[in-house]
């Protein structure tokens, strides 16, 4: 099967009407929820973020059946993962969609967890160690969006398992775990 | 004596000819001479203008203005002018036999006769004067006058004589000939008329016939009470018999519409079942209000008449029925159409391994089922609804494929099937490179 930048696509990626919005309510609902994984994994897999409507996404586009899903199917697609809480919409006109393949909560734990493991606590690191520090290098946190791990570290805090503090500039954020 | 061998001819003050009543000139020549060839007593006439006209042969000397006629009435034979090797370079000459009186004066009913040639000098086709004489004769027009004169003068002799004779050529004369050939033509047409008038009369009974009928028909159906199995049997019997006839529209739509579009209803059933069979047990609505008004020719349906005809099929026990798709598409179809058997023709069409890769367009699947491709696409449109196809729209157009969805599992969508349809597609496509 073809892949995507190191991917594996699955074999209906081929399909051409999986590119075309389905009108019959019972073959669109599996439509959706075979794009909502694909979506996933993919942006899993090669640590996207953030999807742009109106740009070119690469999952979107099928050159070998010469196939593109319209604007339409696009939002359609992403709303369905917005609803479903595994993304949000950036912007009031849907144009910037952000894709929580892991929840904040989930990325919560993990950042625990990983903290745990590693014995940072009672350390503090950097924001900016944390996105894209030795330390994280090979786990999932290795080049997190900013605002999803700020959001994630922020929910920490509530829980009274992180403290975050500005340094003197935005690139000096911390945080400080504890236990 | 001699010179006065032929009458004169009355000249107007510039010279030109003073005509008959009814006299139409058709020829003119100039430079022509008339002799008298085998009479040397009579002097020979040299150029002059000749004037041929409907009833003389005018002679004009210009230079004393005066003239002379041979009046057609006495012209007894006319000969060819044919040409010979002896008169190739000489003048073009006609020669005319002219019945003559016993002194030797050219007139109508002559006991002798003289041989009269024209000569003619000047640039002149023989054959066109020769023709125009030849006419003029057959056409006698010569006596037609002379009888309406002779009317004139019997019916007030007195008025006759002291009309004003009017100068009756040119364009008046042309004008007056035409008023001779209206009048007769209406004379004819009259004749005619009074046979029409008699076919109209007959007409006019059947007329009221049909309207007596009409009249009875109305009170017929609107006494519904009244109406029991016999007169409802000789309704129809009556409804058939002036349908035959062609007439269909008796009673009016407005009064008793049923029974119009009940006849139409019938109608309808019957012809279109032909029709259907051919098209393969359905047909778009729009075309079956072609094939009908087609074939009956003169007495066209509306739309609506078509509508409320089909509409009415529920009533009777008829084969066929009236059906609309979501799409707003109505056909008219057999009962015993099956929809089911379309759709098991249409994924056995979507299965097959072409299908697989490419999808089947309307006209596709049209070819093969034998339909219109209008009624095709409503079909699979139908079929996807029931989830048995999916469609693709790309600029390439508007494509089905059978519906692969359903078989997919989405907690498990990396796997590679290799069974059923999913399978079938995956090796169809991979076979293809």
Known sequence: MQKLGGFKLPHFFNYPPYFTLQPVRETREKQVQLWKELILDYCRSQKIFVIGLEEDFPLFSNPVIERSLSHEAREVFLSALVAEGRAEWMDKSHKKCLILWLRIQAWADYILNFVKENGFEDSVMTVEDIQSGIETRGTELAGIDRCVLMRALRLLEQKGKAAIFKGTSTDDEGVKFSA | MAANWLPPVLLTASGRPVFL??????????????????????????????????????????????????????????????????????????????????????????????????????????????????????????????????????????????????????????????????ESTDKSLQEAFHDLNALMSKAKEMVQLAENMRQKLLLGSNAQASANDDELGSKQEIQDWLLSVGIVSLVTKESAGALYHQQLSRQLADFVKLPLEKAGGMIALIDVYCLFNRARGTELISPEDLLQACALWEKFDVPVMLRKFDSGVMVIQNKAHSDDEVFARITSLAQKPDALLMGISPSDAALTLGIAPALAKEHMLTAESKGLLCRDVSPDGFRFYINLFKEIDPSDIYSIKTTGLVGAWVSATSTSG
């Open chain 2, 21 to 182: 009543p009814g006299e139409i000139e058709r020829c003119l020549l100039s430079a022509v001479d008339l002799e008298a060839e085998e009479n040397p007593a009579l002097p020979t006439l040299r150029s002059g203008l000749l004037v041929l006209t409907s009833h003389r042969i005018l002679w004009i000397d210009e230079s004393s203005s005066s003239g002379c006629a041979i009046p057609l009435a006495a012209v007894v034979h006319v000969f060819h002018p044919k040409k010979s090797l002896r008169n190739m370079f000489a003048s073009p000459r006609v020669r005319i036999q002219v019945s003559t009186s016993p002194d030797g004066r050219v007139g109508e009913k002559g006991t002798r006769s003289e041989m009269v040639t024209i000569v003619m000098r000047g640039k002149t086709d023989p054959d066109v004067f020769y023709g125009r004489l030849l006419e003029v004769l057959r056409s006698r027009t010569w006596e037609a006058s002379e009888e309406s004169e002779g009317r004139e003068r019997g019916s007030g002799s007195g008025e006759g004589s002291a009309r004003v004779r009017m100068p009756v050529v040119g364009v008046s004369g042309i004008l007056r000939k035409e008023q001779e050939m209206w």
